[in-house]
């Protein structure tokens, strides 16, 4: 069946743009995770859904990340004033519950130029 | 919010060879999740084991855990150039939500 869906794969845009970041994730998951990946780290947690709402957004390094998921499916991060310390793979990954597996999307490289 | 922290940073040995990847915590989980990442995709969960459960197996692999020293170990048996990635392992707190990730492990297998 079909996986965790992100897209663009790639985005370069200008610092000072604002972008959005699309997440499709497995049909019948209720959960929901963003994360941000720099190069030789970890992934880093920002934020985690529950169905509609945001259970934990305590990851979201500053007032300029938003992330939805209006109808519990489809989720979208949005990044205003981008500034090349945004510059990352963003992942986001889907699950049955909070204390289940998490499939991820092969991410969205983000280059601030 | 817990870490949990892999060791070593890096490990690499001849194919056929086993390979043990260590992860330490600081406090109670839920449960605790390994997950490979090949370079330049997502990540790929391997196991999940249960704070209740101290060994799980899944073909080559051997996830074991010891709550009362807060750690955990992930045994690759005979392994093959494909398993080279980095794995990571991802302790979740009694209720809590967010998934804190180390550094991971990078493994090379050397054909």
């Keep these: 069946g079909a996986g965790v869906s992100q897209t663009p794969s790639n985005k370069v845009t200008e610092k000072g743009k604002y972008v959005e970041l699309r997440c499709d994730p497995i049909s019948g998951h209720t959960a929901l995770y963003w994360y941000r990946q720099s190069l030789g780290q970890g992934p880093e947690f920002l934020i985690y859904f529950q169905g509609t709402g945001a259970a934990d957004d305590s990851g979201l390094p500053n007032d300029r990340f938003f992330a939805v998921r209006p109808e519990g499916s489809v989720s979208t991060l949005k990044i205003q004033r981008t500034e090349r310390g945004d510059s990352a793979v963003y992942l986001c990954a889907s699950g049955q519950g909070r204390d289940q597996p998490q499939h991820f999307g092969d991410g969205t490289r983000l280059s601030i130029l | ?111």
């Design chain 2, 1 to 111: 919010s817990q870490q949990g922290e892999e060791d070593p940073q890096a490990l690499s040995i001849q194919e056929g060879e086993n390979a043990t990847m260590n992860c330490s915590y600081k406090t109670s989980i839920n449960n605790l999740q390994w997950y490979r990442q090949n370079s330049g995709r997502g990540l790929v969960h391997l196991i999940l084991i249960r704070s209740n459960e101290r060994e799980k197996h899944s073909g080559r692999l051997r996830v074991t855990l010891d709550t009362s020293k807060k750690s955990s170990s992930l045994l690759i048996t005979a392994s093959r150039a494909a398993d080279t990635a980095s794995y990571f392992c991802a302790p979740l707190n009694t209720g809590g939500f967010k998934t804190i990730f180390g550094a991971g492990t990078r493994l090379f297998v050397k054909a």
